[in-house]
C-alpha cells in the first residue's frame, strides 16, 4: 500500500513492486492522455499519489495511464460533496422552518468523528450562507446521479477550498518527502505570509501546499 494514500498507488508501484531507475528506463508514463515527461527517478515522485488507471506490458516496456488527478484530491472531494449534501439539506430546512441556517442549528443534526471537528461545517455553512442560490440546486434522489453533481460542478465551484484532517495529513506528509527529495514547497500563516523552500518547482507539489495553508488558515478561522 501507498504510504501516503493507503492505497496500492504509484508510488507503491514504483518503490514496491519496481524500483524508480527501472520504470524511468521501461516505462512510458501518462497523466490521463497526456505523456508525462520523466527523465529520472525523482520526476516521478509528483505523481506519488495517483492511481494507475491503466497499465499495459510489451517486450517494449511498460504504459502506464494514471489517473489525472491525485487519489488524495478525488477522495477528499468525495468525502466534502457528503458533507456538503448534508448542509443543503439542512439549510432547506431552516428556511421553511424560518430559522437561521448556523452551526447551531446543525450541531445536533450531523455527526462529527474523530478526523474532522466542527469547523469544516462551520465554513460549508459560511460559503452556503454567502451563496444562496446553492440551496436551490436541484439534487436528484438517485444516489449516482446525487453524486455527481455535488462532485463534479457543486463541489468544485463553491467548495473547492475546503480540506479535510486526514487528507491534509497525507499532503503534509507527502510535501515532506518532495521536499527531502529537492522540490520546491511553500507554507503560508494566518496573515498570508509565505515561506518558501527552494528546489525544483512542480505544479503537482505546489498545488498540494496551496491545499495544505488554506487547511491551516481555515481550521483557525473557524476553530
Known sequence: MGKFTGKSDFQDWCEMHNTPDKIVKN???????????????????PYYTHLIAVMTGSNEGETIHLSSSSYLNTQEQEAVSWKVRDCIHYARKAKKEKKPFNWDYMKDKVFIGFSDGPEVYKQIIDIIN????????????????????LETFIVPEYFNDVHLKMYNYWRTEFVEFAKSNGYKTFTTTFTNDMKQTGGIYHPVIWDMCYKISKYEVNRKKYD
Open 27 to 45: 516505462a512510458k508514463i501518462y497523466l490521463g492522455d497526456a505523456r508525462v515527461d520523466i527523465r529520472n527517478e525523482n520526476d516521478l515522485i
Open 130 to 149: 454567502n451563496n444562496p442560490d446553492i440551496i436551490k440546486f436541484h439534487l436528484p434522489a438517485n444516489y449516482a446521479s446525487n453524486a455527481r453533481i
